[in-house]
């Protein structure tokens, strides 16, 4: 008899959790099992910001899919379409090719892209931080900076090459801006010609304060930190034009710059629109035990999905959803693999329910905040508790061991100035790394479906 197949969509935290539980709880003969993702690599993104400044190898934070998945069939593409009626998935390949790929039950976990909004100029000049290699060229491209603007004998030049302005007040923006930071403060030694007044980091955020989940105490304390190592932090402001070598902001002022870094917040996968499924604030919405709402056998979860949020239900926020971030998206996928599971076998589904652990940012250095189980940490305290819990969430013993011996090697050496230049000719737009513009209208997904492509359907 030929076997039921799942198939799963998204090899982050969410899908790659579920694809290993699955994994452990239906033998060979139960299911086929099938993950469909550009990468090859689970992404522990929580990390990026320390990749950006070279505190750790990409090899750290990307635990290679083949070590995790061991009969998981891996299709190396993105989905860009599904036929919910006909059960049928459109896969575009890393090969640009189309193949179909149907299912008996799909696992939605396509996660999120950056948030962006209609600015002029800022499709085209904008960096984001949401990929390994919006990462790895954003490093190239803050070295490549220090490297021009040493070179320049143009006074004007050199300024703008220093000015750095990061969008986005939460824990990505926050990082990224307080690792990036120590990266250029300490290329002050090995750049003997530059003028350690002219680099300028910007924290730019409409909101009144950065990271408001950890509380007053705890955003206060960081919004010190990062402005006591001269960051200039400003508060309901946003981003009016970018231009090449200009950012404009709200409040009037005009900054020459060639580095505008955006991370202002996270929107689910363009995918979820092409669907005609329900949803609530962008996420498709599912029923607590992960089911989508009017699709037969689809589950969804992880950034995509409006997962309701039990725990916080019971305390009397009835309209809660599960926020977007890693610790949810896990436990989800183990839930969600239950759940699977649990129908194929005829039984009954249960519903996903988590507390939240607490919040850990690490500011590099000594410096971190941290609130796990609801007790508030600064220093170094909470800089352990923070790596710590990044160094159990990461996947393999193999990154964990990379990990550890990066963070020590930084800490005794310092940190070094190398451009890859593998991306030096490369726009670095986000369309180009987050793949936004990918995806298939609905009359473009259903001719793909009911013709045969040049592959066989699998």
């Given at each position: 008899m030929e076997r039921p197949k799942v198939l799963i969509v998204g090899g982050g935290f969410a899908g790659v959790e579920c694809a290993r539980r699955l994994e452990r709880q239906l033998q060979p003969y139960e299911a086929e099992l099938t993950l469909v993702t550009p990468t090859s690599y689970e992404l522990y993104l929580p990390l990026l910001p320390q990749v950006a400044s070279g505190v750790l190898t990409p090899q750290s934070v990307a635990a290679p899919l083949r070590r995790l998945l061991r009969r998981t069939h891996i299709v190396p593409?993105?989905?860009?379409g599904i036929d919910t009626d006909a059960k049928v998935c459109v896969v575009r390949l890393i090969t640009d090719e189309m193949v179909n790929e149907r299912y008996d039950y799909l696992v939605l976990t396509p996660g999120s892209v950056t948030r962006s909004f209609d600015i002029p100029g800022l499709d085209m000049y904008g960096r984001g931080m949401k990929t390994l290699a919006e990462a790895a060229w954003v490093r190239d491209h803050v070295i490549a900076q220090l490297d021009i603007a040493s070179a320049t004998e143009d006074e004007a030049?050199?300024?703008?090459?220093?000015?750095?302005?990061?969008?986005?007040?939460?824990?990505?923006?926050?990082?990224?801006?307080a690792c990036l930071q120590r990266l250029t403060n300490s290329a002050l030694r090995r750049y003997p010609r530059l003028d350690p007044s002219l680099i300028k980091w910007h924290l730019v955020d409409l909101a009144p304060k950065i990271m408001p989940e950890l509380g007053d105490r705890l955003g206060r304390r960081a919004l010190q930190i990062i402005r006591g190592r001269g960051t200039e932090v400003s508060l309901g402001v946003s981003v009016s034009e970018v231009t090449e070598n200009t950012v404009s902001l709200t409040d009037g002022r005009t900054l020459p710059c060639h580095t505008l870094i955006w991370t202002a917040g996270v929107a689910a996968s363009p995918l979820i629109g092409t669907l005609g499924l329900d949803t609530v604030r962008g996420r498709l919405a599912v029923t607590a035990d992960l089911r989508v709402h009017g699709a037969d056998g689809v589950f969804a979860l992880g950034d995509a999905a409006a997962v309701p949020d039990l725990a916080k239900a019971a305390e009397g926020e009835y309209d809660a959803i599960c926020p977007p971030t890693a610790q949810h998206a896990m436990r989800q996928g183990w839930r969600a693999a239950g759940n699977v599971a649990a129908t194929l076998r005829g039984e009954a589904t249960q519903p996903y329910r988590h507390k939240d652990l607490g919040l850990v940012v690490d500011l590099g250095g000594c410096d971190a905040v941290a609130r796990p189980l609801g007790f508030e940490l600064t220093g170094l305290s909470a800089q352990l508790v923070t790596r710590g819990y990044h160094f159990g969430a990461l996947r393999t013993g193999t990154a964990r061991a990379r990990t550890a011996a990066n963070w020590v090697l930084n800490s005794l050496t310092g940190d070094d100035f190398v451009r890859t230049g593998f991306l030096a000719r490369s726009a670095g737009r986000l369309a180009d790394f987050e793949r936004t513009d990918a995806y298939l209208s609905q009359e473009q997904r259903d001719k793909l479906t009911s013709m045969a492509t040049s592959r066989p359907e699998r």
């Open positions: 593409g993105g989905a860009v030049e050199r300024a703008a090459r220093l000015q750095f302005v990061v969008v986005g007040g939460g824990y990505a923006g926050t990082e990224t801006v």
